[in-house]
């Protein structure tokens, strides 16, 4: 855990407000701006406001690399993608963040509606821990994701059509590692386990291992499983294939890019500060989204 300080700005980051959310964004701004704390929001949240009141207590922003100097707090409203963009915002303003459910599963966005005003009034109090999230980065050439190349979740080599599998030539520390014969190749931080990965057969491993989790998609040996590496370890890829172009992906940034670049991965230098409430825990999240104890037997 890392130290806290009182909230003094916070930023509410989401897409364009549903009408069901309408009340949800107003008791943050209502609560928040009670206790002096200064809001942001991005101007296309902001503009699909429908109360002119509420918008006279917030500073819109368009430039989040500008907006992130001032920011104290992150409140990210949506599902676990909207969380993964809020993320990236969070890591530069070096704030942490928090996220309110209105999505579907929940791993990262896992705080719901009802909790909403008792969460408020732990944030306002100090009433949380902070929790270190490793990052994963890329490094290529040419460098691809500019200043957004790291991810909380995973970073993705796939092939980009559905005929062949692509050939994933793969280096730990420089030493060869293997050639994965899949559809894909997966690399992800523990964060990022209960995501693509577990979908794929991959562990679930717990927040703080210091570990990466290469996991293949589809993998033509089926001898080939998911391998967990200690993630001071560089990584290094090089794909091969028919094809002249693979599908790459940090997170939900994703790019379509020529066979033969060399990928090299490795623990980003910063972290993100992930918010733990009272009441909440990594296992109870894994309880509760993968329904764990409800079999009549337990």
Same mark, same amino acid.
């Given at each position: 855990?890392?130290?806290?300080?009182?909230?003094? %700005?916070?930023?509410?980051?989401?897409?364009?407000?549903?009408?069901?959310?309408?009340?949800?964004?107003?008791?943050?701004?209502?609560?928040? *701006?009670?206790?002096?704390?200064?809001?942001? +929001?991005?101007?296309?949240?902001?503009?699909?406001? @429908?109360?002119?009141?509420?918008?006279?207590?917030?500073?819109?922003?368009?430039?989040?690399?500008?907006?992130?100097?001032?920011?104290?707090?992150?409140? &990210?409203?949506? #599902?676990?993608? *909207?969380?993964?963009?809020?993320?990236?915002?969070?890591?530069?303003?070096s704030a942490p963040i928090i996220g309110l459910n209105t999505g579907r599963l929940g791993f990262l966005a896992r705080i719901s509606r009802?909790?909403?005003?008792?969460?408020?009034?732990?944030?306002?109090?100090?009433?949380?821990?902070?929790?270190?999230?490793?990052?994963?980065?890329? $490094? &290529?050439?040419?460098?691809?994701?500019?200043?957004?190349?790291?991810?909380?979740?995973?970073? @993705?080599?796939?092939?980009?059509?559905? %005929?062949?599998?692509?050939?994933?030539?793969?280096?730990?520390?420089?030493? !060869? /590692?293997?050639?994965?014969?899949?559809?894909?190749?997966?690399?992800? *931080?523990?964060? #990022?386990?209960?995501?693509?990965? +577990?979908?794929?057969? #991959?562990?679930?491993? +717990?927040? #703080?291992?210091?570990? !990466?989790?290469?996991?293949?998609?589809?993998?033509?040996?089926?001898?080939?499983?998911?391998?967990?590496?200690?993630?001071?370890?560089?990584?290094?890829?090089?794909?091969?294939?028919?094809?002249?172009?693979?599908?790459?992906?940090?997170?939900?940034?994703?790019?379509?890019?020529?066979?033969?670049?060399? !990928?090299k991965l490795r623990r980003h230098k910063k972290h993100l500060k992930f918010i733990v409430l009272p009441g909440h825990s990594h296992l109870? *999240? /894994?309880?509760?989204? /993968?329904?764990?104890?409800? $079999?009549?037997?337990?």
């Open positions: 855990m890392i130290s806290k300080e009182t909230i003094q %700005s916070a930023a509410i980051y989401g897409k364009e407000i549903e009408t069901d959310q309408n009340s949800l964004i107003h008791c943050i701004i209502k609560k928040l *701006t009670a206790s002096n704390v200064n809001l942001f +929001m991005h101007k296309t949240m902001y503009d699909s406001l @429908t109360d002119a009141g509420f918008k006279e207590k917030i500073v819109p922003y368009q430039d989040e690399q500008n907006a992130a100097a001032n920011v104290q707090l992150i409140i &990210s409203i949506g #599902g676990d993608g *909207t969380f993964l963009n809020a993320a990236k915002f969070a890591v530069r303003a009802i909790e909403l005003e008792a969460v408020l009034n732990n944030l306002l109090s100090g009433n949380y821990d902070i929790e270190k999230r490793a990052l994963i980065e890329l $490094d &290529s050439e040419p460098q691809l994701f500019g200043n957004q190349n790291f991810a909380l979740n995973e970073f @993705t080599v796939h092939k980009n059509d559905s %005929s062949s599998m692509i050939t994933v030539k793969t280096k730990l520390d420089g030493e !060869f /590692l293997n050639s994965y014969w899949a559809d894909g190749l997966i690399i992800s *931080t523990p964060t #990022g386990s209960t995501a693509y990965s +577990m979908s794929c057969g #991959g562990p679930i491993v +717990m927040p #703080g291992s210091n570990n !990466f989790i290469i996991t293949p998609v589809a993998p033509h040996n089926l001898n080939v499983r998911p391998l967990v590496v200690p993630d001071q370890s560089e990584i290094e890829l090089t794909v091969e294939g028919r094809g002249k172009n693979c599908i790459v992906s940090l997170d939900s940034y994703i790019q379509t890019h020529d066979l033969q670049t060399v !990928f109870k *999240t /894994l309880r509760n989204k /993968l329904n764990w104890g409800l $079999d009549q037997r337990n």
